[in-house]
């Protein structure tokens, strides 16, 4: 019986150091995940604009982006038609992919 007591508490502390790897950020709120402030594009605006047409995403004639903390080819983009109502993307240039809209409760530009 201890001896089953013992191994369930290794495997417990073996799963629990697998699943907190330092590089895991799913913990981490999105707004803490990217630089702030929100800033207009720079020289990223080609790149995330190319991103954003090739996967069809409209109603941005205005945007604002923030670059993630830990690589430089992602951005959470801000897009807006009216500078009231927003919608929030995650953009990663270097796999030409887009994630959403997202639902997350994000910090709007202003």
């Known amino acids: 019986m201890r001896k089953g007591i013992k191994y369930s508490l290794v495997l417990a502390v073996l799963i629990e150091a697998i699943g907190c790897g330092e590089g895991d950020t799913s913990n ?3 707004n803490d995940r990217y630089e702030l ?5 720079g020289a990223e605006l080609l790149q995330i604009g190319k991103v954003l047409v090739a996967n069809k995403i409209t109603g941005c004639g205005e945007l604002y982006v923030r670059r993630r903390k830990t690589g430089d080819n992602e951005y959470l983009v801000a897009c807006t038609r009216d500078t009231k109502n927003w919608r929030y993307y995650v953009v990663k240039t270097n796999e030409s992919t887009v994630e959403g809209p997202l639902t997350d409760r994000i910090l709007s530009p202003y």
């Open 37 to 41: 402030p929100w800033k207009s594009p």
């Open 28 to 30: 981490i709120s999105i």
